[in-house]
Nanobody, 122 residues
Framework: QVQLVESGGGLVQAGGSLRLSCVGS????????MGWFRQAPGKEREFVAA????????AYADSVKGRFTISRDNAKNTVYLQMNSLKPEDTAVYYC???????????????WGQGTQVTVSS
């Protein structure tokens, strides 16, 4: 099991940038696929990005491709989400999640953080 704590959310104007961080604890972090998800008010939680345990592979939702970048530092047990060119529709609670397994899944993650709020004003 991996315990996850997100940070870095806040209020930003459209076109701005934010970098989210997620620190994990537990012996399986460095071998876990890590993902970022988000949930806007009244909507279902959706996949944003994922990164393999070696950081050799990444995957993105079409809505964020080219604007967001996922990365990780296993020495620091941390995964990041760099968000550029933010839009009001990116407003949501952002969650990081860990999964033990192969590939870059978009569902079925085992462990979740508590979330961090991102608000983009127009």
């Amino acid at each position: 099991q991996v315990q996850l704590v997100e940070s870095g959310g806040g209020l930003v104007q459209a076109g701005g940038s934010l970098r989210l961080s997620c620190v994990g604890s537990g012996r399986t972090f460095s071998s876990s696929v890590m993902g970022w998800f988000r949930q806007a008010p009244g909507k279902e939680r959706e996949f944003v990005a994922a990164i393999s345990w070696r950081a050799s592979s990444t995957a993105y939702a079409d809505s964020v491709k080219g604007r967001f970048t996922i990365s990780r530092d296993n020495a620091k047990n941390t995964v990041y989400l760099q968000m550029n060119s933010l839009k009001p529709e990116d407003t949501a609670v952002y969650y990081c999640a860990a999964n033990v397994g192969a590939g870059l899944p978009r569902t079925g993650y085992n462990d979740w953080g508590q979330g961090t709020q991102v608000t983009v004003s127009s």
